[in-house]
């Protein structure tokens, strides 16, 4: 049987990071088993507090504590280290995406068609939430660098829900600390050569005064990670 990695990443999300932990628990892989890690990156809203408290007997899960906030892709750099599964997929630790469609996500791996398959918020046919113009021709503009960089065709370089094999997730040498961990990962996984798939995926996005923590100057760390990664690691 192979297993299913699942990594979360948190930081001040105490009114959604049970909620999420359930979900991805009590979703349908098939035959798969799965493993979530969950890395608390010193959140200060309680979220801490709920997680050390939390019984988490019923789950395999592993939680890992920084001690200094570091940002999502430390958080992931964090929780390379503890994959045990075949496959690997991140979770955000709101409620934007689904844990449902995690089965569609990992099929054309499961067939031998794809090495790695990104989950699009942009390419059509699921429901996604329709605001942040700007947010919108952000992603746009770096989607499009990425394709020219890496000869590539992706319609969402940004998505969170990034599926690949472990093997492959393994030989990214993790250097970003912030959320310039996707296109350092879409960067250094397109350069393996690999086959690359993507299928839309529903996107529930927040707003700021719901929580979300990405802004337009993490566009500029984007923009460079992409440039530099090109042509370094």
């Not at 689904?98 to 398959?117: C, F, H, M």
């Not at 021709?137 to 770096?142: A, P, Y």
């Not at 993507?198 to 529930?204: A, D, Q």
Request: proline share 3%; aromatic share 12%; glycine share 6%.
């Amino acid at each position: 049987m192979q297993k299913l990695s699942i990594i979360i990443p948190v930081y001040n999300e105490k009114n959604t990071v049970i909620e999420v932990i359930s979900k991805v628990w009590s979703c349908d892989i098939g035959d798969l088993s799965k493993e979530i890690i969950v890395v608390d990156d010193c959140s200060n809203d309680g979220t801490t507090e709920i997680l050390k408290d939390f019984n988490d007997e019923p789950y395999n899960l592993k939680i890992i504590y920084h001690y200094k906030n570091q940002g999502k892709g430390a958080a992931i750099r964090t929780a390379q280290d503890h994959i045990t599964g075949d496959l690997v997929i991140i979770q955000d630790a709101d409620l934007e995406y689904n844990p449902s469609e995690y089965k569609e996500l990992i099929k054309p791996i499961l067939d031998g068609k794809a090495d790695v398959v990104y989950g699009s918020r942009l390419s059509g046919g699921k429901p996604a939430r329709a605001f942040k113009i700007l947010h919108y021709f952000g992603n746009k503009f770096l989607t499009l660098v990425t394709n020219i960089l890496y000869d590539s065709t992706i319609s969402d370089m940004e998505t969170c829900y990034k599926v690949m094999k472990t093997s492959i997730f393994k030989k990214v040498k993790i250097k970003s600390n912030r959320f310039d961990f996707e296109p350092e990962i879409t960067a250094k996984v397109l350069k393996q050569g690999v086959k690359l798939y993507e299928l839309p995926i529903s996107y529930y996005g927040r707003d700021y005064l719901e929580g979300k923590k990405i802004t337009w100057r993490d566009g500029f760390s984007a923009l460079w990670a992409l440039i530099k990664y090109r042509f370094i690691d």
